[in-house]
């Protein structure tokens, strides 16, 4: 399929984190986690332009801290290290030892600046990393522009997630193909401020480090902050970006007249990893999204669809297929925003539950069965302006609590 028109983002449903120019992928097993890879590498022909967001958890695992000081120290990188079954978070001194010597492996591989290397770690929390499997795995590593490297390095990445989480796009921008994919992973521990559990994405778009920040944490509120599993915040969620710079548009700035398409294309793939992550909650069966109209702002109406996607009664409720909406009414009042008690619409699918704050009619069967969906759909009218947002979550269920009393075991 061709674009042909400024606006047409277009979803290239064999696209991977390759995709863009100048990207390439590995991943491997070390034998860290019993199965399955638990090493990645996502590998850049040229040092790319790098913008990051990260979580606002007090307690900061020590990839993180590597991994700002190198983005910081001249806003480029050409690799991302990851690997999965070991968080290196809380293990001191020997923890940030640990999390620089991966870094200094993976440039001495591939004969790049230590600096323009990213760390990041996924798993348990408080055991020191067996680096006598890390560092050989490292020096195994060839990143390659296949499929089957794109999924080893997918495959790397997951801890409890049940399935990968990828997407990829095009649009046009001055008259050049420009691309962008991403990858992530997240099931657990998800409620995140400014970042989600780890998630990565490439472009070949030629955009400089401050500009593209920019973007990433405009784009990261609308879309990875709006999601929420368990209301926790991991102490390693990151998301990162590179881009390589090999499209060769006229590098993009707020005043170049497609900058919105970027904008665009960037909360395209953000949003898609977004909703896979919240879909793929451990143990969930059914995928909540949440929307807010006629909020005093755009900001209010995400912090209410949030607070009520997130709710462990709401949550329930749709486990359930319980169409209790008195549990939606009580997290729209429990979320601080400025709201007319008298004036609220809830409609969960095409179903009418409340209006102006008084009953509908409705079939109490019907709203049930629809609530068996695999996604659904709440709409809520605070009716008191033009604010919108949006949030996704997933349903609370029996194995949450099984997968998580194990997670060690």
């Not at 090999?246 to 909360?267: K, R, S």
């Not at 409720?317 to 997290?331: I, K």
């Not at 009619?361 to 009218?381: A, C, F, P, Q």
């Amino acid at each position: 399929m061709q674009i042909t028109g400024k606006e047409q983002i277009l979803k290239l449903e064999e696209g991977s984190i390759i995709t863009p120019l100048g990207f390439s992928a590995a991943g491997l097993h070390t034998k860290v986690k019993r199965k399955r890879n638990d090493l990645g590498l996502i590998y850049c022909d040229v040092p790319a332009e790098a913008a990051a967001v990260f979580t606002l958890n007090q307690i900061q695992a020590a990839p993180l801290k590597v991994t700002k000081e190198n983005i910081n120290q001249e806003g480029k990188l050409q690799a991302i290290v990851v690997n999965s079954g070991n968080a290196n978070a809380c293990t001191g001194n020997q923890g940030l030892f640990d999390a620089h010597s991966m870094k200094t492996a993976v440039a001495n591989l591939l004969s790049i600046k230590n600096h323009h290397v990213a760390v990041a770690s996924t798993g348990v929390i408080g055991e020191k990393m067996p680096m006598e499997k890390i560092i050989p795995g490292i020096e195994l590593l060839v990143p390659q522009k296949n499929k089957q490297a794109a999924l080893d390095f997918n495959e790397a990445i997951l801890t409890t997630d049940t399935c990968m989480k990828t997407t990829c796009y095009e649009t046009i921008i001055d008259n050049v193909k420009i691309k962008m994919a991403g990858s992530a992973k997240g099931s657990g521990m998800i409620a995140p401020n400014m970042a989600t559990m780890l998630g990565f994405i490439t472009t070949d778009a030629n955009i400089s480090h401050n500009f593209l920040q920019a973007a990433l944490s405009e784009v990261t509120n609308k879309t990875f902050n709006r999601i929420t599993v368990d209301g926790d915040t991991s102490t390693n969620d990151m998301v990162i970006v590179m881009a390589s710079g090999l499209a060769e548009n006229t590098a993009l700035t707020p005043e170049h007249d497609e900058w919105e398409q970027f904008v665009q294309l960037l909360e395209k793939v953000c949003e898609d990893l977004a909703i896979m992550i919240a879909r793929d909650g451990e143990g969930a069966t059914k995928l909540i999204e949440v929307n807010v109209h006629g909020a005093i702002s755009d900001e209010e109406a995400g912090k209410v669809a949030k607070t009520v996607v997130g709710s462990d009664l709401v949550k329930t409720m749709v486990y359930g297929s319980d169409p209790n909406w008195g549990r939606v009414m009580m997290a729209i009042g429990k979320s601080g925003m400025t709201l007319d008690p008298e004036k609220i619409d809830i409609a969960i699918g095409p179903y009418s539950l409340l209006e102006n704050s008084q009953p509908a009619n409705y079939v109490e069967e019907t709203l049930s069965n629809y609530l068996k969906n695999e996604s659904v759909v709440m709409n809520i009218n605070l009716n008191i302006g033009n604010g919108y947002g949006k949030a996704w979550g997933c349903d609370l269920t029996y194995d949450y609590v099984r997968i998580n009393a194990s997670y060690r075991t």
